[in-house]
């Protein structure tokens, strides 16, 4: 399996421009992590799906993010308008389930918003 | 949901054994204590995991006491390599996942 895969590998956008972030999870995870990485407020918990399911998305920052999980191989996280706080390193990762089961990251997306 | 205190950071050098601790007092019964490991620029890679004693796998030893407010990551023989962050957490299988901000571990020369 080629792991989970995440597209674009860098972004660089200006401000209030739209962002889509792509993910592919590991074939047969039925749960998958969005994550946010800063060095002020390190790797941040944004949503989780369960069977394609939104089961929490208390870690959005704010209506401007929204993430979307179509099928069980795709998921997206959209940014619009984005702003220059919004530069970070977005990281994907799935499991099998969620809980306390393993969780397989992906290389990330590195976001610079001007 | 357990709160885990970490070290900010610590450093040794090659060759040496490392002793992570992980302090969670309120751990509950159904939860588990995990480890990660980060890279610079790569995502968190799964250590191991254990709920009591000891495991051992081959990156690391995971001590857990009976009490089970605190847990000790154990890496044999450090190398350069291992110069990464990790994270503990503690959780069940229905807990949101809470990273924290780890301990920097920097191997020295």
């Known amino acids: 399996d080629a792991g989970v895969i995440q597209s674009p590998r860098h972004e660089v956008t200006e401000m209030g421009q739209e962002v889509t972030l792509r993910c592919k999870p590991i074939s047969g995870h039925n749960s998958l992590f969005w994550y946010r990485q800063t060095m002020m407020r390190g790797l941040e918990l944004l949503i989780y799906?369960?069977?394609?399911?939104?089961?929490?998305d208390s870690g959005m920052p704010e209506d401007r993010f929204s993430a979307k999980m179509p099928n069980a191989s795709f998921s997206t996280l959209k940014i619009q308008p984005s702003e220059p706080r919004d530069s970070a390193v977005y990281f994907c990762?799935?499991?099998?389930?969620?809980?306390?089961?393993?969780?397989?990251f992906g290389p990330g997306t590195r976001l610079t918003v001007l | 949901l357990a709160k885990t205190t970490q070290p900010i950071s610590m450093d040794s050098y090659e060759g040496q054994e490392v002793n992570i601790t992980c302090s969670h007092n309120n751990i509950a019964t159904n939860d588990y204590i995990t480890w990660y490991q980060q890279f610079p620029s790569q995502g968190p890679r799964f250590i191991i995991q254990g709920y009591k004693t000891k495991v051992t796998n081959e990156v690391a030893s995971l001590f857990i006491p009976a009490d089970r407010k605190s847990s000790t990551l154990s890496l044999p023989r450090v190398s350069l390599s291992d110069t990464a962050v990790y994270y503990c957490?503690?959780?069940?299988?229905?807990?949101?996942?809470?990273f924290g901000k780890g301990t920097r571990l920097h191997i020295l020369p």
């Open positions: 957490l503690v959780m069940n299988r229905d807990d949101k996942i809470i």
């Open positions: 799906f369960n069977n394609n399911v939104p089961i929490d």
């Open positions: 990762a799935s499991s099998l389930s969620r809980g306390y089961n393993e969780q397989f």
